[in-house]
């Protein structure tokens, strides 16, 4: 019931902004806000979202299906609900900045309760760098040294990428046995996984250790992490028919969910990634239902699950909307938030006649730069379409803005010079198919 409320308040609260036409920014800005808790699986932020977006939907004017705007699915997800707390020599570290929590770690502690602290001392802390794991020969069978009792620290202090790959394989396995801490020098990367270990397995950054990790060389612990089983999420769903009765379709699509919330005082809020996705595929919505396509109905759909490993889009596929052999092609929208170095298209080396058609209503719109093409990849919600034989385009944006699964994907980290380019070339395009 308390969620519910929440969920109640958080809608009249966003959707009492009425709007002559789209704000692309405003919406933007909500989708990234704490009430959405960064539109991930903990306190039930990609609910709120998939509310949001429906709502929003109504309000441009854009139809449900016969069968409304959800589209329900489930699946199982490894989440962080509230307890998160690292020290060492009993400094606190902050999530987010100084380690982050891998997403297949396991917890001192399981749903509903967390009262288990990990102690680690000198006496059961090893810590293992280039030089231990080739000596020790720590290769994925090789088992047979590992302490049960050890919190074993993996020294990922390397420059050549393929040994920091190694290493971090190494750090995966060693944690299906054993606690672990992963010193690392680059970014962090969070992503969501389905799976939970049955071990602790941290990611931290080593300058941050090195400082910390003296004298008494004491590591608490205490986690809460709580794997959900069969959670269920949706798929939202708009559609405009065509201008003239048509059993063919476009779909434009764009993934709103986000990694969500590691403990209570941390979010990720995926404003490239890809709240500004969703934000294109609305703006592109309303000026297609004040105009309408000629010849195919427009099928407008935000994945849910795409961080999760693409399972909105794969269930949508399996359990199609609309006849698949009618879908004259899906333009799918992410990292919408900057381009000032160009555009990228996915299947742009596949599907050569759609994208010289993108080149050249670049070439009049002068959105972007560049129009560059990749060939095939398994990288965001128009793969599994595509393996169904489906004419799709995945496009994302190129610029300065690197923010990506992190905690510094804001809102006021987005550009937006090349947003109302993009529209239009977007629109253009889909016109012209």
């Not at 959800?70 to 900045?97: K, R, S």
């Not at 609305?282 to 427009?298: D, R, V």
């Not at 379409?385 to 804001?410: A, L, P």
Request: net charge positive; glycine share 6%.
């Amino acid at each position: 019931m308390k969620a519910i409320i929440c969920i109640l308040f958080f809608l009249i609260h966003f959707l009492s902004f009425g709007q002559e036409s789209f704000d692309y920014q405003e919406f933007t800005k909500k989708m990234c806000s704490p009430e959405l808790h960064g539109r991930g699986y903990v306190n039930q932020g990609d609910l709120i979202a998939a509310k949001f977006i429906s709502f929003q939907m109504k309000e441009l004017g854009i139809e449900s299906l016969p069968s409304g705007y959800f589209q329900a699915f489930t699946h199982n997800v490894n989440t962080f609900p509230d307890t998160c707390a690292v020290q060492i020599n009993n400094q606190i570290l902050q999530p987010g900045l100084d380690y982050v929590i891998n997403p297949i770690s396991n917890g001192t502690c399981r749903y509903p309760k967390c009262n288990g602290i990990k102690s680690y001392d000198k006496k059961n802390i090893e810590i293992m760098d280039m030089k231990h794991l080739f000596e020790e020969q720590w290769d994925a069978p090789l088992w047979g040294n590992y302490d049960p009792k050890k919190l074993y620290v993996i020294d990922n202090n390397v420059t050549v990428d393929s040994l920091s790959i190694y290493v971090h394989q190494v750090a995966q396995n060693v944690s299906k046995y054993n606690d672990v801490i992963e010193l690392v020098n680059d970014k962090f990367t969070w992503s969501v996984q389905a799976k939970a270990n049955n071990h602790l397995y941290v990611q931290m950054k080593k300058n941050i250790f090195d400082s910390l990790y003296v004298d008494e060389k004491s590591i608490k612990i205490h986690l809460h992490n709580n794997h959900l089983i069969d959670y269920e999420s949706n798929n939202v769903i708009g559609y405009i028919p065509s201008k003239k009765k048509s059993k063919g379709t476009i779909m434009i699509t764009a993934h709103y969910d986000h990694l969500g919330r590691m403990g209570t005082e941390t979010y990720f809020p995926g404003a490239n990634d890809n709240a500004s996705g969703v934000a294109m595929l609305l703006a592109l919505g309303e000026t297609i239902k004040s105009k309408p396509l000629k010849k195919y109905n427009t099928l407008l759909v935000a994945f849910a699950g795409e961080e999760a490993g693409l399972v909105g889009s794969k269930y949508m596929s399996e359990n199609p909307l609309c006849e698949i052999s009618k879908i004259r092609f899906l333009l799918n929208l992410d990292i919408m938030g900057s381009g000032e170095h160009g555009i990228t298209a996915v299947n742009g080396r596949v599907f050569k006649k759609e994208f010289k058609l993108l080149q050249k209503m670049n070439r009049k719109t002068q959105a972007v730069p560049v129009v560059k093409a990749r060939g095939k990849a398994a990288n965001s919600d128009h793969y599994f379409f595509t393996e169904k034989g489906v004419r799709s385009f995945f496009v994302y944006t190129m610029g300065k803005n690197k923010n990506y699964h992190d905690i510094f994907d804001t809102y006021e980290n987005l550009n937006y010079n090349s947003f109302n380019g993009l529209a239009k070339l977007f629109d253009s395009f889909l016109r012209r198919l």
